[in-house]
């Protein structure tokens, strides 16, 4: 069965929408997301774009910070405190990747972790490490609740994480420890990837190379979550020999289509909750 991403997103997205137009009825003020831009990275105005979209959707209000490349970590400071001070202002993104000179941690260390909608502070991830409500990181976010939108309970069964990035791999083995699974994080030093990646139920993939896991790697049946994307030949496409893996497993996740859409759609989710924390 594929995963159909695109319209649990939708789905999100519409909830999303109906808790934003109850909570402002309710408390009188609207909410709003500040997006920091530092220069022109391509992708990221892609994205950048989306997100805006998206806000505009569910009835979030966006307002766009744009800083040029050139901008220092002082200069990014001075809006992140800015923005942490704004009681208007309900949830603060970052868009990464930042210009090389910056210095990534410090400048997300200095976002007002409530604000952190993100969930990429240190506070926000020693919560979720702590098993505690926590605003969580939108990707791994988005995997659980295509998860649990099919029915899929992590409870008991072994789920496998390729990758440990601090975006992906880690939060995700986390949340699914916290659904409790049995979890296995593997990486680049793990020693026979075949043979762990055929032991798992559910097979989660963020590593970033197109392809990577083939047939052999996949135990029959198995859940197949693909985070990756890559471009081959301007065509998108995840970690995951998508059509041989395809006969193989129960369920499976496209790219695009699959993970992509919900990171987004968490992303929304994760103003509304920072909004409601606020006024709790
Ligand atoms: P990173 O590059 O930060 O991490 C990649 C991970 O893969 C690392 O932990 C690395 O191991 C591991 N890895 C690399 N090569 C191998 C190998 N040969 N065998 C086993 N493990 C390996 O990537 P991200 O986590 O940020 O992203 C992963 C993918 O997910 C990318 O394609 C990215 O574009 C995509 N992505 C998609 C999102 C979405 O919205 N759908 C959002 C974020 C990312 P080690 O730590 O040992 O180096």
Known sequence: MIIDGKQTAAQVRAEVKQGVEQAVAQYG????????VVGENPASAVYVRNKIKACAEVGIRSIEV????????????????????????HGILLQLPLPPHCHEQDLLA???????????HIVQRGR??????????????????????YGIDPKGKHAVVVGRSNLVGKPLAMMLLNANATVTVCHSRTVDL????????????????????TEDMVKPGAVVIDVGINRVDGKLCGDV????????????????????PMTVAMLMKNTLTAYLNRHQ
């Open 194 to 213: 075949p043979a762990v990646c055929r032991t798992a139920d559910i097979l989660c993939v963020a590593v970033g190379r197109a392809g990577f896991i």
């Open 110 to 120: 200095a976002i007002d972790p409530d604000k952190d909608v993100d969930g990429l």
């Open 128 to 149: 979720l490490f702590c098993g505690l409500p926590a605003l969580l990181p939108c990707t791994p976010y988005g995997v659980m609740t295509l998860l649990s939108a």
């Open 29 to 36: 003020t609207p909410i709003s997301l500040a997006v920091l």
């Open 241 to 260: 020999d998508y059509d041989a893996v395809c006969a193989k497993c129960s369920f499976i996740t496209p790219v695009p289509g699959g993970v992509g």
């Open 66 to 89: 744009r800083l040029p490349e050139s901008a220092t970590d002082e200069d990014i400071l001075v809006e992140i405190e800015r923005c942490n001070a704004d009681d208007s202002i």
